[in-house]
Each structure stands twice: as structure tokens, then as C-alpha cells.
């Protein structure tokens, strides 16, 4: 997350409250330049454009075509109502970027906004995870996948997801909150003086007890299991399921249902591994960045605390296009996706995507496969 919980502001706030008190002066506003800021701003409202366009397309698409009602799309839609949540926390973000303080909109909205975007965060790598174990056994168990994976049985588990994510974030609510800062100030002065000479420094920040308490650090902790474990086991799973679809590719005796079914399986794989590397991709830069910041600490360095600063400013921007990249990647590698958007602006009848939809569902499913997923085995992108 982008908010100051992920990014130990900690460490940053003592060094700025360093220099704050040896000059005896207010300090600025923001961190970065007006220039920096104004870009980072208009990726983030194309950003913002382009990700609620596509999210609340893909709802609709899901919801309205009942061809489209697989398991598979059942988890893809659970994350595109994750990703427009994240896009409701994009505004006080922005905001916080360009003046952190005062803070003027209270302390619910400071820890609501930061609560949404860290479960929503942990919704997404849940639901990537349980899919990619979907697509496991489909491919390498159909028989037991035909069995155990059904439409309602997928819906408990994206809703058993959200309510881990809901909890694991719970803490956030006690970690942050608006804190007055008077760090700067000189020591002698009373509260009273310092409120009075400082100015509203209201921040929406992590709360000195989060620090005190050590929640902070098992926070962080938390979060980096949230991502390396699923990382970890989505390269297990993906590597046990590149090998037998390699195996079943070179055996000569295979069927035509069959060998249809693994062509429809193979491009499932790739478009679900491409949405896994720009997952991690986009997310790599914020824990690059928080290890910089954790050394910082730990040996003070002006390189590591500048290449901290900027490694948390593009995880920003990461952190947004995350969430916005998926519904284009659907749209560039799934034939079935692309129809179906059609037939949402009413732009053809819908009578020929839906047939050949149904005629490569028959040709790929066979009953034993699970779900589909977003493509067919008659058509290659």
C-alpha cells in the first residue's frame, strides 16, 4: 500500500523532525517537487480512468452473460471489486502526497481509507492464489476438480477470502490515526506555545503507540508474508502444471476432446501467469523500498534514505496501475473477453460469439476440467 502504514513512516518522520528542529522552522508542505508531483498526479488519474472503466466492465461482463459465469471469472470478478475499492483510496492519497498536512478530513476517513486499501491488497493475492490452485487441479486432477470445484463452493471461498483479508487489516485501525506533530518546535516551549506557533499539524499518520508497541513491526511482517508465500507457491503451482501439460503435449495417444481441453488449459496458463508477473512486478519496487528504509534505520545513509523516498513514490504509481492493468490484459489475450465487451456496448447480436462461445466451452470442458476459464480451445489469440 501506498499509505503511510506500509511505508515505515517512522524512520521518516524522525529525519525530517531532525532538520525541522535544528532550523526552528515549520516544515514543507510535501517531500517533492511540484513538477514530480504533477506527474505522478496524471499517471495516477489516467490511472484511475483506465482501471474503473475496466473493472466495472468486467463486473458487468461476469454478471450479465451467464457464458461468462465460470469459476474462474467468479475470482477475476472478486478482484476487480477489490481493485475499484483501491481506486476509492486514490484521492485522500493524492492529497496526502501533495499537502500531508494538515490532515482535514478527520480520523475515521485516515484509517478507513488505509483499512480498505491493505484488505483489498491481501483480497487480491488471496484470490490470485486460490485460482492459480483451481487451475492445479483442473489440469492435473480433472476428475477430483469435477467434484470438488463448483460455482458455490467458489462463491464460500471468495467470501471466507474477504473476511481473512477484512481481519488480517483490523489492526490498521488502531496503528493509524491523526497525530499532532510538534517535533520541530523548540523543546522549552509549552503545548499550548507549540500549537500556537507550529499551526494545524495534523497528520494522518502511524500513531506513536503502533510504533511504541511493536504492532508496526508486526504489521510489516504480516504484509510480507502476504506476498512472498503466495508468490512462493504460485511458482510451485505453475511450474507442477507447465510440467504435465508438457508431458500430456508429447504423448502421441492422446484424444482430440483431450488435446483440445489442454490447448484451451495452455492459454488459461498464460494469460493467468501474465496477470501473476504483473502482480509481483508492480509490487516488487514497495518492498525493495521498505528494506532500503529498514537499513536506513538501521546504519543512517542520505543515498539509502533518497533511494527509499523514490522507491515509495513509484510503488505509488505501481500500486495504482495493479490495479488497473488486469482488465486490459483480459481484453489483449482472451478472445471470449473481447467478444463479450462487444456484446456489453451493443455493438453485434450476440448470436454468433455466444455460439462459438458455446461450441468451444463444449470443446474444452470436459467435464472433468473444472471450469474454462476466460478461453477457448477453437480460437488462438
Not at 472503466?53 to 472478486?78: F, P
Request: proline share 4%.
Amino acid at each position: 500500500m501506498p499509505s503511510c502504514f506500509s511505508r515505515n513512516c517512522s524512520g521518516e518522520e524522525s529525519r525530517h523532525n531532525e532538520t525541522w528542529s535544528a532550523d526552528l522552522a515549520p516544515p514543507p508542505l510535501n517531500y517533492y517537487t511540484i513538477r514530480l508531483l504533477a506527474a505522478i498526479t496524471g499517471a495516477c488519474a489516467l490511472l484511475f480512468l483506465v482501471g474503473v472503466v475496466g473493472n466495472v466492465m468486467t463486473i458487468l461482463v461476469v454478471s450479465k452473460y451467464r457464458d461468462m459465469r465460470t469459476t474462474t471469472n467468479l475470482y477475476l470478478c472478486s478482484m476487480a471489486v477489490s481493485d475499484l475499492l483501491i481506486f476509492l483510496c486514490m484521492p485522500p492519497d493524492l492529497y496526502r502526497m501533495w499537502r500531508y498536512r494538515p490532515w482535514r478530513f478527520g480520523d475515521a476517513l485516515c484509517k478507513l481509507f488505509q483499512f480498505v486499501s491493505e484488505s483489498c491488497t491481501y483480497s487480491t493475492i488471496l484470490s490470485i492464489t486460490a485460482l492459480s490452485v483451481e487451475r492445479y487441479l483442473a489440469i492435473c486432477f480433472p476428475l477430483r476438480a469435477k467434484a470438488l470445484v463448483t460455482k458455490r463452493r467458489v462463491r464460500a471461498l471468495i467470501l471466507l477470502l474477504w473476511v481473512i483479508s477484512l481481519t488480517s487489516a483490523g489492526p490498521v485501525f488502531v496503528m493509524v490515526g491523526v497525530e499532532r506533530d510538534y517535533g520541530w518546535a523548540a523543546g522549552n516551549e509549552s503545548i499550548a506555545e507549540r500549537e500556537e506557533s507550529a499551526g494545524d499539524t495534523r497528520e494522518c499518520k502511524m500513531t506513536h503507540y503502533a510504533v511504541e508497541s511493536g504492532l508496526m513491526g508486526a504489521m510489516v511482517w504480516l504484509s510480507s508474508v502476504f506476498f512472498f508465500m503466495p508468490v512462493f507457491c504460485l511458482t510451485v503451482l505453475y511450474s507442477l502444471i507447465g510440467r504435465r501439460l508438457w508431458q500430456r503435449h508429447r504423448e502421441n495417444h492422446i484424444g482430440t476432446r483431450l488435446a483440445h481441453r489442454d490447448k484451451s488449459n495452455r492459454q488459461t496458463i498464460k494469460m493467468l501467469v501474465v496477470v501473476v508477473l504483473a502482480f509481483v512486478l508492480c509490487w516488487l519496487p514497495f518492498h525493495v523500498g521498505r528494506y532500503l528504509q529498514f537499513r536506513s534505520l538501521d546504519a543512517p545513509s542520505p543515498l539509502l534514505s533518497v533511494l527509499s523516498e523514490y522507491c515509495s513514490l513509484l510503488s505509488v504509481v505501481l500500486f495504482y496501475l495493479s490495479a488497473a492493468i488486469n482488465p486490459i490484459l483480459y481484453n489483449t489475450m482472451s478472445w471470449k473477453y473481447r467478444c463479450a465487451a462487444v456484446r456489453l456496448f451493443g455493438l453485434t447480436d450476440g448470436q454468433q460469439p455466444q455460439q462459438r462461445g458455446r461450441t468451444a466451452s463444449t470443446a474444452s470442458t470436459l467435464k472433468g476440467e473444472g471450469s474454462p476459464g476466460w478461453t477457448e480451445s477453437t480460437v488462438s489469440l
